[in-house]
Nanobody
Framework: QVDAVESGGGLVQPGGSLRLSCAAS????????MGWFRQAPGKEREFVAA????????IYTETVKGRFTVSRDNAKNTGYLQMNSLKPEDTAVYYC??????????????WGRGTQVTVSS
């Protein structure tokens, strides 16, 4: 069984930074990418970014390009979402997911429980 556990959320002022981590554990069979999604109150879950684990290809949603960066540490089986220049509209619960490279939630079959990110002064 494969599991994904996020960490690193919290409260940050506008313009600040946070780094989220996603530790993948268990047998790494059936997944080749790590995706990041977020869900704000009253809104649908939306795609944020994805990383192809082998090769390092990345995709980002337009609203975070230039501010967010996904990366990985193969040795630790851990992925990261570095978030800079945070805005209040980035406030959401952030989820990492394991699956097949792409921006659709349906590409991903293993989901973490989420971590809250709040951007507020």
């Amino acid at each position: 069984q494969v599991d994904a556990v996020e960490s690193g959320g919290g409260l940050v002022q506008p313009g600040g930074s946070l780094r989220l981590s996603c530790a993948a554990s268990g047998r790494a069979i059936g997944w080749s990418a790590m995706g990041w999604f977020r869900q704000a109150p009253g809104k649908e879950r939306e795609f944020v970014a994805a990383l192809r684990w082998s090769g390092g290809n990345t995709i980002y949603t337009e609203t975070v390009k230039g501010r967010f960066t996904v990366s990985r540490d193969n040795a630790k089986n851990t992925g990261y979402l570095q978030m800079n220049s945070l805005k209040p509209e980035d406030t959401a619960v952030y989820y990492c997911a394991l699956g097949v490279y792409g921006s659709s939630w349906s590409n991903y079959g293993v989901w973490g429980r989420g971590t809250q990110v709040t951007v507020s002064s």
